[in-house]
């Protein structure tokens, strides 16, 4: 391998390295991915919410959000209620517990990548965007589903089940 391609595969573990250190930090302080954990946040910040508008806020699908929302309700992060006026529709409330485990959570690497990347200027930010998509397609990855969610393995896994 030549010098320029050893130092892009190395730029490149060391995101993929940076994305599991801080997915098994928020792993080991709250027992969530950090899929989960956005969820959580979403449901926290809107107070009741509906699934489909989670999904919308989240760029994942319904059937994505449903498998991390019951993962949450089965650890008492979240609870589901039926409306009483819509039997069809279920609203998404956080519970004490989830609010704790907010509160005491590490700070998503996402969270950091996104507030360091909003002070770039518009051109170095479409720069970035471009070498990643093209990156992106040099390893065939153009197709794969993908939410904007720094996380590693499929976004609905289930921890601790």
């Known amino acids: 391998m030549d ?17 599991e250190l801080n997915s098994r930090l928020l792993a080991s302080q709250t027992g969530l991915t950090p899929s989960q954990f956005i969820i959580l946040q979403i449901v926290a910040k809107d107070g009741e919410v509906l699934p489909s508008s989670v999904a919308k806020s989240a760029r994942l699908t319904q059937a994505t959000v449903t498998a991390l929302v019951d993962k949450l309700e089965r650890n008492g992060l979240v609870t ?28 998503l690497l996402q969270d950091r ?20 998509e093209r990156v992106s397609a040099m390893l065939d990855a153009g197709t794969i589903d993908a939410s904007p969610v720094l996380d590693i393995g499929d976004i609905d896994r289930l921890l601790n089940s």
Request: a positive charge; aromatic letters at 6%; glycine letters at 4%.
């Open 113 to 132: 990548f996104q507030g360091e990347f909003r002070k770039l200027p518009e051109w170095e930010q479409a720069m970035i965007i471009t070498a990643l």
């Open 80 to 107: 589901r209620r039926r409306d009483t006026e819509d039997r069809r529709r279920i609203w998404i409330e956080i519970t004490a517990a989830g609010k704790k485990a907010i509160a005491e959570s590490p700070d």
């Open 3 to 19: 010098d320029r391609s050893d130092t892009a595969l190395i730029a490149l573990r060391r995101i993929l390295r940076a994305t």
